[in-house]
């Protein structure tokens, strides 16, 4: 039998919500019976897409999109808290709320420890993603949300089958899944999540300009060292760094060396303005 699973590649991602409007396309106004009721018009994002801001320097922000369907995972918060069997998972690796079993079960919205349980008031019934069971039961190869990425960054298939294409695109690469200690062992997985982020900007202070070219080092208090220099707007960005304490640097010819020591416990850091005066 197969373990559906599905992997994002954050860095192709574009934010176009694709993937959010091909989900409620497929749902919104649509029964499958079994599988789920129609998806409300409005509030319910089972392919919801969460947007993270990068703040390498006030004049360089990056948005970085994170599409979060269900996780469809090994070990299934929603399914422990549901009464009567209302939550199974299919031999497929599926976890479906059975709308008939799942009426009047709300507490399932606050079971699924992502947000990813939706209460439908008309129907007085929990949702979520389903992988759209319903077309993968027709023979479809993937879900809509999949389907309707225009970069492709979205994969899905059979992590049981090596020649799959999810399995093939996962090779050798180091996925993740979002959100890991909470322990449910999700089965959407992530390439190119954010990681903890230092950045600022150094300034010439006699000059009053940007300073271009300053060498940048960052030491940890574990003796790790990694340097790199300020670039034409005089900004300078670690990236994937562990949460800890740093000393950092600056040198410069004709200007006085700084450092300053910092605990990096935030998941993104700006230093703000970090002036050198003259030697
Ligand atoms: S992500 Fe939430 S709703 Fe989906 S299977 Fe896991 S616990 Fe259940
Ligand atoms: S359709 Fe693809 S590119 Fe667009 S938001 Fe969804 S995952 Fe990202």
Redesign the pocket.
Known sequence: MAKYAMAIDLNYCIGCYNCQIACKDEHVGNEYPSITKPQPTFGHFWMSIQEIERVYSPSNIEVVYIPTP????DD????KAAKDGA?YKREDGI?I?DPEKAKGQRG?VE????G??YWNEEEEIPQ??TFCAHLLDDGWKEPRCVQSCPVSCMVFGDLDDPESKISKFLEGKDAEALEPEKG?Q?N?KYLGLPKPCLAGTVIFGDKDECAKGVSVFLEGKDGSRRETETDFFGDFTFDNIQKAQYRIGFEARGYRGRSVDFDMAADELYLGEIILDPA
Do not use: G
């Open positions: 269900c996780r469809h995972c299934p918060a929603c399914m939550v976890v709320i399932l079971a699924c420890p992502y990813s349980i979520k993603c449910t999700p959407v």
